[in-house]
């Protein structure tokens, strides 16, 4: 079959599409051509930010005589990681297994069946380094596969057993006293968990884990610590005063060593994918969507605790490198900035990360030889080649005059340099995220810009990922067409529904909370399945569901030993079950539905064994957590004009995006928790209410000011 990659939303693909390899995408025809013609698959995993993998396409896949021989032995399979994270997860893991390594590009060796029988990552041209060439490799899988196939089948079936195996561990592992969700809605209010506070736990675990020089957890290379910054986020805001005092000291040094540090563009704003080195001092240059959607979200309630710390301007740079760097036409957001740039000829400033660092004698020459020295030297650019800029530490505010002073200058400069490429495809979970993150930092920031450009990417994903016939979400569109064929993953309806959620409380527009009402139901649809053995039949103590992270398993995937059951850990996004637990408890509060909270338990499994051995893989899990033992808080509006109701949620203020829900009573399909309040003659009433009670209702918002502003909003509450 000629290469069909042409037209594909993934940027990534579509750079492959010229090449001399007849590739595929990962679909049941390219498995029906290699059963047809009995030859093995050639899996090629990547994406578009990848370094590695635009050296391998240079110098095999463009190459004709690889192409061809490629096409002569093997179905050539392109995917994008990003697009399918399935495919990428399962065939990872295999590599993992027969290698005992992974990374990207994945070159992975499959039956015509999914098996995997032989894998690895890049491959050279030529040997070295103790490594085949890629054509040495083809050769003797292809030799292999005509002279020992049965070997071959062998080595596929005990992949797949190991592959399955593993899941079966982790599950057996995580097994044990699993998370207690309380009945709720009124007259009860949530308990805890009993026993020790899974979250109290894994803070402590945190804390052993912090590298205390540099910031942030484990050695190099060193990660963003994306998922887990809302739980200390949560703890700092709603612990314990111990707990939430060493909460808010780790929340704060983690988000200082990483702002202050090379991982984060100074000139540009937002932040790089990773650091290579522990002291943060030099990154890989790839800018992803979803690592700045949850860095600005933290950064933003960060700055909300503790407003003279400085996470607000970091925030509002990180958004702004949102607006201005990844936002497409037609509101919605990039997936990501490559590493790279274009090499032009005699250009310094081409190859991986050359359109960020600078050289010291470059920064005297734009800035002046005294401006541009201090600055060098307040940055750590030593004499030599281009380097990133890394001041090592949050400036003070001389260093920041300095070197506000200076950054103008060096944006104008970078801007003629030749710029990465942006991966223009549109992946919906990682758009809710920053749905939720703009919707949140422009209430908290104050910026009505940042909520606008939040509805702007919403109403794209409604308009052109939702198929309202289907009620099906695409995961994928490119240049406002979706790729309908490829579902959303648990983790994209659950975060398409957290971000409208966040827009609804930040609007107070009820469409984004009727349709992620809608997503939460079809995910609990697409994505719940009955427990072996088990018969639901709907009643309050029917099994619980089992979840999986894909809707319908592709054929190869399971055949490769993949089971689709969903993977309770955090990973650089949030588990799609602990984000689905989150947008559940929610509705619950909004709705006072006490049934929306019967699938919490099965989505956040057990969470000892996690707080106190990996709390970095159950961050939003243990967040989610945290808000099951808090009481909900409403503020509900009825008649008045629409100014009133303005100037009522100004009055709540932050509040209304972190712990108090404002609800209007008045508009269409307004959720639960307006049942029964009304306005007699159309007067402006206010009920603030916690835990399902609320005090009497107040006619203005000095009333309400004066109510939010009490030690104890229950002290003349009435059941309502």
Same mark, same amino acid.
């Given at each position: 079959?000629?290469?069909?990659?042409?037209?594909?939303?993934?940027?990534?693909?579509?750079?492959?599409?010229?090449?001399?390899?007849?590739?595929?995408?990962?679909?049941?025809?390219?498995?029906?051509?290699?059963?047809?013609?009995?030859?093995?698959?050639?899996?090629?995993?990547?994406?578009?930010?990848?370094?590695?993998?635009?050296?391998?396409?240079?110098?095999?896949?463009?190459?004709?005589?690889?192409?061809?021989?490629?096409?002569?032995?093997?179905?050539?399979?392109?995917?994008?990681?990003?697009?399918?994270?399935?495919?990428?997860?399962?065939?990872?893991?295999?590599?993992?297994?027969?290698?005992?390594?992974?990374?990207?590009?994945?070159?992975?060796?499959?039956?015509?069946?999914? !098996?995997?029988?032989?894998?690895?990552?890049? $491959?050279?041209?030529?040997?070295?380094?103790?490594?085949?060439?890629? !054509?040495?490799?083809?050769?003797?899988?292809?030799?292999?596969?005509?002279?020992?196939?049965?070997?071959?089948?062998?080595?596929?079936?005990?992949?797949?057993?190991?592959?399955? +195996?593993?899941?079966?561990?982790?599950?057996?592992?995580?097994?044990?006293?699993?998370?207690?969700?309380?009945?709720?809605?009124?007259?009860?209010?949530?308990?805890?968990?009993?026993?020790?506070?899974?979250?109290?736990?894994?803070?402590?675990?945190?804390?052993?884990?912090?590298?205390?020089?540099?910031?942030? $957890?484990?050695?190099?290379?060193?990660?963003?610590?994306?998922?887990?910054?809302?739980?200390?986020?949560?703890?700092?805001?709603?612990?314990?005063?111990?707990?939430?005092?060493?909460?808010?000291?780790?929340?704060?040094?983690?988000?200082?060593?990483?702002?202050?540090?090379?991982?984060?563009?100074?000139?540009?704003?937002?932040?790089?994918?990773?650091?290579?080195?522990?002291?943060?001092?030099?990154?890989?240059?790839?800018?992803?969507?979803?690592?700045?959607?949850?860095?600005?979200?933290?950064?933003?309630?960060?700055?909300?605790?503790?407003?003279?710390?400085?996470?607000?301007?970091?925030?509002?740079?990180?958004?702004?490198?949102?607006?201005?760097?990844?936002?497409?036409?037609?509101?919605?957001?990039?997936?990501?900035?490559?590493?790279?740039?274009?090499?032009?000829?005699?250009?310094?400033?081409?190859?991986?990360?050359?359109?960020?660092?600078?050289?010291?004698?470059?920064?005297?020459?734009?800035?002046?030889? #005294?401006?541009?020295?201090?600055?060098?030297?307040?940055?750590?650019?030593?004499?030599?080649?281009?380097?990133?800029?890394?001041?090592?530490?949050?400036?003070?505010?001389? #260093?920041?005059?300095?070197?506000?002073?200076?950054?103008?200058?060096?944006?104008?400069?970078?801007?003629?340099?030749?710029?990465?490429?942006?991966?223009?495809?549109?992946?919906?979970?990682?758009?809710?995220?920053?749905?939720?993150?703009?919707?949140?930092?422009?209430?908290?920031?104050?910026?009505?810009?940042?909520?606008?450009?939040? #509805?702007?990417?919403?109403?794209?994903?409604?308009?052109?990922?939702?198929?309202?016939?289907?009620?099906?979400?695409?995961?994928?569109?490119?240049?406002?067409?979706?790729?309908?064929?490829?579902?959303?993953?648990? #983790?994209?309806?659950?975060?398409?529904?957290?971000?409208?959620?966040?827009?609804?409380?930040?609007?107070?527009?009820?469409?984004?909370?009727?349709?992620?009402?809608?997503?939460?139901?079809?995910?609990?649809?697409?994505?719940?399945?009955?427990?072996?053995?088990?018969?639901?039949?709907?009643?309050?103590?029917?099994?619980?569901?089992?979840?999986?992270?894909?809707?319908?398993?592709?054929?190869?995937?399971?055949?490769? +030993?993949?089971?689709?059951?969903?993977?309770?850990?955090?990973?650089?996004?949030?588990?799609?079950?602990?984000?689905?637990?989150?947008?559940?408890?929610?509705?619950?509060?909004?709705?006072?539905?006490?049934?929306?909270?019967?699938?919490?338990?099965?989505?956040?499994?057990?969470?000892?064994?996690?707080?106190?051995?990996?709390?970095?893989?159950?961050?939003?899990?243990?967040?989610?957590?945290?808000?099951?033992?808090?009481?909900?808080?409403?503020?509900?509006?009825?008649?008045?004009?629409?100014?009133?109701?303005?100037?009522?949620? !100004?009055?709540?203020?932050?509040?209304?995006?972190?712990?108090?829900?404002?609800?209007?009573?008045?508009?269409?399909?307004?959720?639960?928790?307006?049942?029964?309040?009304?306005?007699?003659?159309?007067?402006?009433?206010?009920?603030?209410?916690?835990?399902?009670?609320?005090?009497?209702?107040?006619?203005?918002?000095?009333?309400?000011?004066?109510?939010?502003?009490?030690?104890?909003?229950?002290?003349?509450?009435?059941?309502?």
């Amino acid at each position: 079959m000629p290469n069909r990659l042409t037209g594909q939303s993934s940027a990534y693909l579509r750079q492959h599409a010229d090449n001399p390899v007849d590739w595929q995408p990962f679909d049941d025809a390219a498995f029906a051509e290699a059963a047809r013609r009995d030859v093995p698959v050639f899996l090629s995993v990547g994406y578009a930010a990848c370094h590695w993998c635009h050296v391998m396409a240079h110098e095999s896949f463009e190459d004709p005589g690889i192409g061809a021989y490629l096409n002569e032995h093997f179905v050539p399979v392109k995917v994008d990681r990003e697009e399918r994270p399935d495919v990428d997860a399962t065939y990872m893991a295999a590599a993992q297994l027969i290698t005992g390594q992974g990374g990207w590009p994945l070159s992975a060796f499959l039956t015509p069946d999914g !098996r995997a029988f032989h894998a690895g990552t890049y $491959f050279p041209p030529r040997p070295a380094h103790g490594m085949p060439s890629f !054509r040495q490799l083809l050769e003797a899988v292809s030799g292999a596969w005509a002279e020992r196939r049965h070997e071959l089948e062998q080595a596929g079936d005990a992949v797949a057993r190991a592959i399955a +195996g593993q899941a079966e561990d982790l599950r057996s592992a995580l097994a044990g006293a699993a998370v207690t969700v309380p009945e709720a809605g009124p007259p009860a209010a949530p308990a805890g968990v009993e026993g020790t506070d899974p979250a109290a736990v894994a803070l402590e675990a945190l804390l052993r884990e912090e590298d205390p020089l540099h910031g942030g $957890f484990g050695g190099a290379p060193k990660f963003p610590p994306s998922t887990v910054l809302l739980l200390l986020e949560r703890l700092a805001a709603a612990g314990a005063p111990g707990t939430a005092d060493r909460a808010r000291g780790l929340l704060g040094r983690t988000l200082g060593a990483m702002r202050g540090s090379a991982l984060f563009d100074h000139v540009g704003g937002g932040f790089y994918r990773y650091s290579v080195t522990r002291e943060w001092s030099l990154p890989h240059y790839e800018k992803m969507l979803y690592d700045n959607a949850q860095l600005l979200r933290a950064l933003a309630r960060a700055a909300a605790l503790e407003p003279a710390a400085g996470h607000g301007r970091a925030a509002a740079d990180t958004a702004g490198f949102l607006l201005t760097g990844l936002r497409l036409p037609g509101g919605a957001f990039a997936s990501s900035l490559d590493a790279d740039t274009a090499a032009a000829e005699g250009d310094v400033h081409s190859g991986e990360g050359a359109f960020y660092v600078w050289r010291r004698s470059e920064l005297r020459e734009i800035l002046g030889a #005294e401006h541009g020295t201090a600055v060098a030297d307040l940055m750590g650019v030593a004499a030599g080649p281009p380097q990133p800029l890394h001041p090592g530490r949050v400036l003070d505010d001389g #260093e920041r005059a300095l070197w506000d002073a200076a950054r103008p200058a060096l944006a104008a400069a970078r801007s003629r340099r030749p710029a990465p490429a942006r991966d223009d495809k549109v992946v919906a979970g990682w758009n809710g995220m920053t749905v939720a993150a703009l919707a949140e930092a422009g209430v908290l920031l104050e910026d009505p810009a940042l909520v606008l450009a939040a #509805e702007g990417a919403a109403a794209h994903l409604w308009a052109v990922h939702w198929d309202a016939t289907r009620r099906r979400l695409a995961r994928t569109s490119h240049a406002g067409s979706a790729e309908h064929s490829i579902e959303g993953l648990l #983790e994209d309806y659950a975060t398409v529904a957290e971000g409208f959620l966040v827009l609804y409380r930040a609007t107070g527009a009820t469409p984004w909370y009727e349709r992620a009402r809608e997503l939460a139901d079809v995910a609990a649809e697409r994505f719940a399945h009955p427990a072996p053995g088990s018969v639901p039949d709907g009643r309050p103590d029917a099994p619980e569901p089992v979840w999986s992270d894909m809707a319908d398993v592709p054929a190869p995937l399971l055949a490769a +030993g993949t089971s689709g059951r969903a993977d309770p850990l955090d990973d650089v996004t949030p588990a799609g079950t602990a984000v689905l637990a989150a947008v559940l408890v929610e509705l619950w509060s909004l709705e006072e539905d006490e049934r929306r909270l019967r699938p919490v338990a099965s989505l956040l499994g057990s969470l000892d064994l996690l707080a106190r051995r990996s709390p970095r893989s159950a961050g939003r899990a243990l967040a989610v957590r945290l808000e099951l033992a808090s009481a909900p808080a409403h503020v509900v509006l009825a008649g008045g004009t629409a100014e009133d109701k303005l100037a009522a949620r !100004r009055a709540v203020g932050p509040a209304a995006v972190l712990a108090t829900r404002v609800v209007d009573a008045d508009a269409p399909g307004a959720p639960g928790a307006a049942r029964g309040r009304t306005a007699p003659g159309g007067r402006f009433t206010v009920w603030v209410c916690r835990d399902f009670a609320c005090r009497a209702p107040v006619h203005s918002v000095a009333e309400l000011q004066e109510q939010l502003g009490g030690t104890d909003p229950l002290s003349r509450a009435s059941r309502a």
